[in-house]
T-cell receptor, first 108, second 112 residues
Framework: EIVLTQSPGTLSLSPGESATLSCRAS???????LAWYQQKPGQAPRLLIY???NRATGTPDRFSGSGSGTDFILTISRLEPEDFAVYYC?????????FGPGTKVDIK | EVQLVESGGGLVQPGGSLRLSCEAS????????MHWVRQAPGKGLVWVAY????????TYADSVRGRFTISRDNAKSTLYLQMHSLRAEDSAVYYC?????RGQGTLVTVSS
C-alpha cells in the first residue's frame, strides 16, 4: 500500500499570498497517477488536478500541480477567499487507492 | 463528462443493512475499474472496496471485509455496495469512484 504524507498540516495565509502544499509517497507513484482535491465544510471533495499536473475542467489556472515519483506539490499562486479549504492528495497507481491526511489552508 | 451519482444512504440501526447504488454516465462503465471510498464525519478519505471491470475480482478494506459486498451491473452502468452488520463506525459519506472521486456521495448514519 502506498502511504501518502501531506505537509504542512495547516497553512495560515492571507488572501493574495501563494500557497505551497506538499504530498510525499512512501514509494514511487507510477505514471504520476496523483490527484489533488479541495474540500470545503459540508461539501464533497472537488477534483482540482489529475495525473499530477493536469487541471480538471473548471480548475482556475492559479492552481498548478507538479512533481513526480514520490514528491508532489500543489501550488496556489494568489489565494482567493474561496480557496481557504482542506486539500487532499490521492494516488491511483496502486491498489488500494490511498489518500493523504489533508492540509488545511486557513486565513491568517 | 464523467458523472457518478450515489444514492441509498440513510439512517440505520446498528446491526442493520443498507444497499448503496452509484449510477454512472459519461464514460464506458463496463471498461472501468470501480471503487467505493468513505469519509467519516470530520475525518479523511478511506478506500473501502474495489471491483474489476467484469466483476470477477473484488477486494475490501479489512474493516469491512465479510460484511460489505461490492457488485456491478454493466448493462445498467450501476455500481452497488451491499452493507450488512452495520456499526456506528461505518457512519460516513460514501463515494463511488473510477480511480478518481467525482460524485457527491451518500450519507450513511448508523445509530439507535
Amino acid at each position: 500500500e502506498i502511504v501518502l504524507t501531506q505537509s504542512p498540516g495547516t497553512l495560515s495565509l492571507s488572501p493574495g499570498e501563494s500557497a505551497t502544499l506538499s504530498c510525499r509517497a512512501s514509494q514511487s507513484v507510477a505514471k504520476n497517477y496523483l490527484a489533488w482535491y479541495q474540500q470545503k465544510p459540508g461539501q464533497a471533495p472537488r477534483l482540482l488536478i489529475y495525473d499530477a499536473s493536469n487541471r480538471a475542467t473548471g480548475t482556475p489556472d492559479r492552481f498548478s500541480g507538479s512533481g513526480s515519483g514520490t514528491d508532489f506539490i500543489l501550488t496556489i499562486s494568489r489565494l482567493e477567499p474561496e480557496d481557504f479549504a482542506v486539500y487532499y492528495c490521492q494516488q491511483y497507481a496502486g491498489s488500494p487507492l490511498t489518500f493523504g491526511p489533508g492540509t488545511k489552508v486557513d486565513i491568517k | 463528462e464523467v458523472q457518478l451519482v450515489e444514492s441509498g444512504g440513510g439512517l440505520v440501526q446498528p446491526g442493520g443493512s443498507l444497499r448503496l447504488s452509484c449510477e454512472a454516465s459519461g464514460f464506458t462503465f463496463g471498461n472501468s475499474w470501480m471503487h467505493w471510498v468513505r469519509q467519516a464525519p470530520g475525518k479523511g478519505l478511506v478506500w473501502v472496496a474495489y471491483i474489476h471491470t467484469d466483476g470477477s475480482f473484488t477486494t475490501y478494506a479489512d474493516s469491512v471485509r465479510g460484511r460489505f459486498t461490492i457488485s456491478r451491473d454493466n448493462a445498467k452502468s450501476t455500481l452497488y455496495l451491499q452493507m450488512h452488520s452495520l456499526r456506528a463506525e461505518d457512519s460516513a459519506v460514501y463515494y463511488c469512484a473510477t480511480s478518481i472521486l467525482r460524485g457527491q456521495g451518500t450519507l450513511v448514519t448508523v445509530s439507535s
